[in-house]
């Protein structure tokens, strides 16, 4: 259990004293004033949650042993929990889903794993939720609620509580359980006890103060400005619990605090797509490396670390072609901006599927990947390349695609061009364009005369000229 004031305020003094550092000094390192260290040191007030992670990380030990007594038998387990840590035994796993408190009731919704063969019974008592004063918060009650149950029955303490709990977990089975007790009294924050099995008793999660006193602290970007240096970790563990990453993002950028390996390891962060706009400023060079290893496409700053070899490069952007590709969909302009040239990672089967996103969602051809183009990709990208300006479809006689298909692209995308266009497109053709395609861009124009079609003449060999005039003199006799 709880150790009192007056021990924890001892092991607060030993652990300065290790440390050489005054009241004074250990005050300014936790942003408070020294008579509260002093305070805490004389046994006359208990430190809240928030000062006790702060405590813990700055003395580098356990909050465990800094709040429970010792016991030489249980030296190894941990014993508190913070609220985004799973409590995982061989029966039964506990987590914290959501918690809040609002009008004098605190409501916790946890998540209970029945990881045995058996039903495992769930009393709604088993849950106690002490301040840290040691006072207990009482379990909410429900009305209108008639017992039946005899003094000597022990299930009749579960009844009129307002908990909603199963009270038998099937095997194998996950519930979700929602618990209500009175408001905290105090500003320490609370310890949830949640005693389901046999050798649960001293076990606990952590809960802040900082978050159980609001619905949701940081529900505007605009509060972020607000938050005092003490009480950063603590929002820091909240983002991370509610997995609100965009403003966890805002938050470490306003505070100059930056992701490294140790900070994605500790607070389990996990990353979606859109998040890599936060990111490109805050990920070390250690945690993209660590992210690219273990296979996560965190952002596109890893594609240019000499620090990652190429291997891990290639192998984990071609994982992530779908993440990738989401990218383009939502910030196009940012994510092509980071391929405008070839890297040394990039094999063909890369340069061919950014050769596509440029297509798809940049309404480009890039020049670095005119020569990958080939025949499989023709049919996917057919819809795309007649977005092109058909002038630049010729620099598609410089891939390795059909040049037959590229003439028929170029056909079909020259449908309502004015005649001094399609002069322009076959003088730039040269030699790549058959007469039987010159024959074909010429159809595409409506001459309203037989004299006019002389204009053909110079871009056509004798026998297709004469063979084009005499069909059109046919057709119009």
């Not at 408001?183 to 006890?193: E, F, I, N, V």
């Not at 192998?315 to 092509?336: A, P, Q, W």
């Not at 730039?428 to 364009?433: A, E, K, S, T």
Request: charged share 25%.
């Amino acid at each position: 259990m709880l150790i009192d004031a007056n021990k924890l305020g001892l092991k607060i003094k030993t652990l300065r004293d290790e440390l050489k550092l005054t009241q004074k000094e250990l005050a300014e390192k936790l942003n408070l004033s020294f008579q509260a260290i002093s305070k805490w040191e004389n046994g006359d007030s208990y430190p809240d949650i928030s000062q006790l992670v702060a405590l813990a990380e700055l003395f580098n030990v356990s909050i465990d042993s800094l709040i429970l007594a010792s016991d030489s038998s249980r030296s190894s387990v941990k014993s508190v929990y913070a609220f985004y840590e799973t409590i995982d035994l061989p029966s039964i796993a506990l987590s914290i889903l959501n918690f809040n408190a609002y009008n004098g009731e605190t409501r916790i919704e946890m998540s209970i794993v029945n990881k045995t063969k058996h039903n495992l019974p769930c009393r709604k008592n088993s849950f106690v939720l002490l301040g840290m004063n040691h006072d207990t918060l009482h379990p909410k009650r429900q009305y209108n609620v008639v017992y039946n149950q005899s003094k000597d029955d022990d299930d009749s303490f579960d009844v009129g509580l307002k908990h909603e709990i199963t009270p038998i977990i099937p095997p194998n089975t996950s519930i979700i359980a929602v618990l209500y007790f009175d408001a905290p009294h105090d500003d320490g924050g609370c310890l949830l006890y949640p005693n389901v099995v046999s050798g649960m008793d001293s076990l606990s999660f952590a809960l802040p103060h900082l978050i159980i006193n609001g619905i949701d602290p940081l529900n505007r970007t605009d509060m972020i400005d607000k938050i005092t240096p003490k009480n950063i970790p603590l929002y820091i563990e909240y983002l991370t619990f509610k997995k609100e990453n965009a403003l966890l993002m805002l938050l470490l950028s306003k505070q100059n605090i930056m992701i490294d390996q140790q900070f994605i390891e500790k607070h389990r962060l996990q990353f979606q797509p859109e998040d890599g706009w936060y990111m490109d400023k805050l990920l070390t060079p250690d945690a993209i490396e660590f992210l690219v290893k273990n296979e996560v496409f965190p952002n596109f700053t890893f594609l240019f670390l000499p620090s990652v070899n190429d291997d891990y490069k290639r192998k984990v952007f071609k994982l992530h072609y779908n993440d990738f590709e989401s990218r383009c969909i939502d910030h196009r302009e940012r994510s092509l901006t980071y391929v405008q040239e070839t890297l040394p990672f990039m094999d063909l089967d890369i340069q061919q599927f950014l050769t596509k996103m440029w297509l798809k969602y940049g309404n480009k051809l890039i020049s670095w990947g005119i020569h990958c183009f080939d025949d499989s990709m023709f049919a996917e990208m057919k819809e795309y390349l007649l977005r092109l300006d058909i002038s630049k479809l010729t620099d598609l006689y410089n891939s390795s695609l059909n040049p037959r298909r590229i003439s028929e692209l170029i056909v079909e995308k020259a449908n309502g061009l004015p005649l001094n266009q399609i002069v322009n497109l076959i003088s730039r053709f040269g030699n790549n364009i058959s007469n039987e395609f010159r024959v074909e861009l010429f159809h595409k124009h409506h001459f309203e005369t037989i004299e006019s079609m002389s204009i053909m003449k110079p871009y056509l060999d004798r026998p297709s000229y004469e063979t084009y005039i005499a069909e059109e003199i046919s057709k119009r006799m």
